[in-house]
């Protein structure tokens, strides 16, 4: 492990934000934020700056590193905390809405180490 970051109470249910992490897990560091530029899902664009940020992270822990040789080892997403409403319906009832969020933690790694 060469660096990490994290991206917490991020909006969004941590079931969607896996399909995207899920693609971008033992590629290479460029192909990453390629596969993540272009992914129309709206929790690419967090998971884009949270690997911006690790990449960031990797190069002021070790400033003589080539950002070329990283891959992503390690990327997961856990939920968060919920925030609970509740939605008015007909004859007085009430529906729940579950407002969810996750966290999100990538880890980087040298090619060849």
Do not use: W
């Not at 991206?7 to 993540?36: H, M, P």
């Not at 664009?45 to 891959?71: F, P, T, W």
């Amino acid at each position: 492990m060469i660096a990490k970051a994290k991206a917490k109470y991020i909006r969004g249910s941590a079931r969607k934000a896996r399909l995207v992490i899920d693609q971008i897990r033992g590629e290479k560091v460029d192909r990453a934020l390629e596969i993540l530029r272009f992914s129309p899902k709206r929790a690419a664009r967090h998971i884009e700056e949270c690997l911006k940020s690790a990449i960031a992270n990797a190069e002021q822990k070790d400033g003589m590193i080539d950002v070329d040789e990283l891959y992503v080892s390690k990327a997961v997403v856990d939920e968060g905390p919920t925030m609970k409403r509740i939605r008015p319906r007909a004859m007085g009832r009430a529906f729940r809405i579950n407002k969810r969020f996750n966290h999100i933690s990538i880890e980087l790694s040298q090619a060849g180490k």
